[in-house]
């Protein structure tokens, strides 16, 4: 990445309120660059220019870190893709403990080259599926918050986060700010799991006019049993 383009990188994540070290600029700026790199023989991302890469995937993650509500906890990104946004956040806040969770397999390769890469010891790699993930005793309501970027519909996306969160902990959803029927779909489901009503809060992507939105479910009780259920069933209930 460009001096330049890292220059951008720190005025967008001050605007954010957030302090980024020079180490942390340095290791987003590698990662960009062997993103664009590996997505020349893997499908990772859409977004091919490294400034969009840092608006849109980078600036974009760390909208999450802010309110401080995730530092010093266990986290899991459920369908982490190419590590947005959780591997974001390992780097920014390296308090924070990052499982990234996926399906495929050599998606989590590539991410595990890179966590090697950048000298993270606060990256746990997961593969699997989260609807079966969610059912396994040693991952079933272990982490502090769940968290997912542009993966699935919100009652979808809810029966396949909120299971792996303890009793007390957070799910965030990632969005676009016109989710709000998604939003009132989820509800029921999102009860029945355990969590409270949603909280909403709308941000916009420094250096654009475009607003994001951060969906945050409360979970106030353990997760019943026989959630989640088969994809079959989540995804026409």
């Not at 593969?127 to 919100?154: C, P």
């Amino acid at each position: 990445m460009s001096p330049e383009l890292i220059e951008t990188l720190e005025t967008g994540l001050r605007a954010l309120g957030l302090s980024p070290t020079p180490t942390a600029l340095e290791q987003l700026g590698r990662y960009c660059d062997l993103l664009l790199e590996k997505n020349q023989v893997m499908n990772l991302t859409a977004i091919t220019d490294p400034a969009q890469v840092v608006r849109r995937h980078f600036l974009d993650s760390a909208a999450l870190l802010p309110t401080r509500a995730l530092q010093g906890k266990r986290v899991v990104d459920v369908g982490t893709g190419a590590g947005f946004p959780g591997l974001v956040l390992a780097i920014l806040d390296p308090s924070i403990q990052v499982t990234l969770l996926d399906s495929l397999g050599k998606r989590l390769d590539w991410l595990q080259e890179v966590a090697r890469d950048l000298g993270l010891e606060n990256v746990t790699i997961l593969l699997g599926r989260a609807e079966e993930i969610g059912l396994e005793k040693q991952q079933r309501e272990q982490y502090d918050t769940a968290v997912s970027r542009a993966v699935a519909a919100l009652p979808v996306l809810s029966e396949l986060c909120l299971p792996l969160v303890k009793p007390g902990g957070l799910f965030l959803a990632m969005k676009s700010n016109k989710t709000d029927e998604e939003i009132e779909a989820a509800e029921p489901i999102i009860q029945k799991l355990g969590g409270e009503p949603p909280f909403v809060m709308d941000y916009r992507l420094p250096g654009s006019e475009v607003y994001q939105r951060i969906v945050t479910v409360f979970k106030g009780r353990p997760t019943p049993p026989g959630y989640p259920r088969r994809w079959s069933k989540i995804k026409n209930p």
